[in-house]
């Protein structure tokens, strides 16, 4: 493909042409990984000459490039690829529980997704693309590339054979591992999900030079429950959490009218370990106490509630109408909502490291927040810590900042005045570090061979 001058690093997005067939915005680990990498690139460092995404074909089963220029920044991309595909009627079909899906789901992935192209992200995309002049091509790494895989490795099982294509060519390989939960914590999630983590894991491992993770928290872990890592390098890279962009000067008219009220923010996917329950339950109390004095709680984020949580939003009359649910916000609308937040909420029961408690922080705003996992080493003397199994202490927490605006007020001085935001340029400076000593690596290896 291309003349290479010094050492390429590839980084695999794979997982996100998958999400942004159905999604207009990033969250969570592809958030992540669309900054992180528009970071390393927009900086390579002294040893990178280029800096370039990479995706598996799982028919083909080979990672490859696109020619000529790239994607250019991937916040922008992959919003637009997501327009692009409604306004060109080729979003993909949803395929519903029922003997058809039952019947598709059967058939092995790489002829399933050779017969039904859009069920899959990246054999949807390609054969989009032709038709907007995107070309791609199969990659070529060289001696002393990197390959970096910021994302869910244990996914569609194409990590291990990704890898070992780089390690036949001599290159790197550094993961990037966000969290251990599923094998940790396996009470929380099905069952094959966490087998699932569990395979996927000890299959990439052996291929890593290094490994980046969030928290001292996320290494502790990764080492206590896969032998592999115990000697591996494994270094902490801190988050990004300041804004990257300002917030909204037009945001949905809905949005608008609740910026003009007194609520708390909890930002989060819809599932069981982020403990909506709690968060439902303590409103349900406030309302009985306060009646029309109560905050707004909104809960912004996409996700399926779990029944309980069903159940308590079914009946909104039990806290007065005060629950509003977002979905869908793109980056300017929240930071418009951080902005006019009087309180910001995260009641987790488990997190890697728990990145809406350090946005919270860094844009100044209180946030009352569970010490588990990796929350407690964003700033522990700057989060207000509460039970994840009690909600009158939440309760007790909203109602004494209702009642003492001043000392509201200074926890607020104290946190902007204490907490030191981390920027995306930041956490890519500590990730290239990583993959240029893997790169190190893997030359004084061959050297000395």
């Known amino acids: 493909m291309r003349q290479k001058r010094a050492p390429t690093l590839w980084i695999d997005i794979t997982e996100l042409f998958g999400q942004f067939a159905l999604a207009h915005y990033p969250t969570g680990i592809s958030r992540v990984m669309i900054n992180l990498c528009d ?43 997501k327009e692009k595909y409604a306004s060109g009627e080729w979003t993909p079909p949803l395929l519903r529980s029922g003997i058809k899906k039952g019947l598709i789901t059967a058939i092995p992935k790489p002829l399933r997704f050779r017969w039904f192209p859009s069920l899959n992200g990246i054999t949807h995309f390609l054969r989009w693309a032709p038709k907007e002049g995107i070309r791609v091509s199969p990659i070529e790494l060289a001696p002393c590339d990197c390959l970096f895989v910021p994302g869910s490795f244990w996914l569609d099982g194409y990590a291990p ?22 094998v940790s914590h396996a009470e929380w999630m099905a069952p094959h999900h966490s087998r699932q983590f569990r395979r996927g894991v000890e299959d990439f491992l052996p291929y890593c030079t290094a490994v980046a993770c969030n928290s001292v928290y996320t290494r502790e872990e990764l080492r206590k429950h896969f032998s592999l890592a115990q000697k591996m390098p494994i270094a902490v890279c ?36 982020k403990n909506h329950r709690l968060a439902i339950a303590a409103w349900r109390t406030l309302w009985s106490m306060l009646g029309e004095a109560t905050p707004w709680l909104v809960l912004v984020g996409g996700g399926a509630p779990d029944p309980t949580v069903a159940e308590m939003l079914a009946q909104p009359a039990s806290f007065g109408d005060r629950v509003i649910r977002l979905t869908g916000v793109d980056d300017a609308t929240l930071e418009a909502l951080y902005a006019n937040a009087w309180i910001t909420l995260y009641p987790s029961l488990g997190e890697g490291y728990g990145l809406p408690v350090a946005e919270a922080l860094a844009r100044g705003k209180i946030c009352i927040a569970t010490r588990c996992g990796g929350l ?11 039970d994840p199994d009690d909600p009158d202490e939440l309760v007790k927490r909203i109602v004494e900042y209702l009642a003492d605006p001043d000392l509201l007020a200074a926890r607020e001085k104290l946190i902007r005045m204490r907490y030191r ?12 570090d990583v993959l240029e000593g893997a790169v190190g690596a893997i030359h004084s290896m061959r050297s000395g061979a």
């Open 376 to 386: 407690e080493e964003v700033a522990p003397d700057l989060v207000d810590a509460i």
């Open 238 to 273: 801190r988050l990004a959490d300041s804004a990257q962009v300002l917030p909204g000067a037009q945001v949905p008219a809905t949005i608008e009218k609740l910026l003009g009220q007194r609520y708390v923010m909890f930002v989060s996917t819809m599932i069981p370990r």
């Open 421 to 432: 935001p981390t920027r995306w340029e930041d956490t890519a400076r500590t990730v290239r």
């Open 39 to 81: 970071a390393l690139a927009a900086d390579r460092g002294a040893l990178f000459g280029d800096v370039i995404p990479i995706f598996w074909h799982p028919v083909w089963r080979r990672p490859l490039a696109v020619d000529g220029p790239d994607l250019g920044a991937l916040a922008t991309f992959f919003p637009a690829l």
């Open 161 to 182: 054979r990704l890898c070992e294509i780089a390690r036949e060519n001599g290159a790197a390989v550094v993961g990037f591992v966000h969290d251990v939960l599923l």
